[in-house]
């Protein structure tokens, strides 16, 4: 009885080892999909105690012609990009240089 103990727990140790490379897998899988950062995880160093930094800073890119600012980034385009470029306008116009 010891002897069937002993495989059944050499068994589940094997399963959770698996389980964990495929989790693994999965979670690497997803941050190069999403595109994630350490920092979009929580996984960046901190600044340390009582140094504030803003998080997720992003870099202006395009700036419009009423001074509106866009990253660039995913997602929906700001109205000002989408009014632009409907009017036939190309979006290197609004390109911040520098």
């Known amino acids: 009885m010891k002897e069937q103990a ?30 994630l950062t350490a920092e979009d995880l929580g996984l960046a160093k901190s600044a340390g105690p009582g140094r504030n930094r ?21 997602g929906r385009k700001p109205q000002w990009v989408t009014q632009a470029l409907q009017q036939g306008r190309n979006l290197e116009e609004f390109a911040v240089k520098g």
């Open 54 to 74: 803003p998080k997720n800073k992003a870099v202006v890119k395009y700036r419009g012609p009423n001074g509106e600012t866009w990253s660039g980034g995913r």
């Open 6 to 35: 002993e495989k059944l727990l050499a068994e589940a140790e094997r399963m959770r080892e698996q389980e964990i490379t495929d989790a693994v897998a999965d979670i690497k899988r997803k941050i190069d999909l999403y595109g």
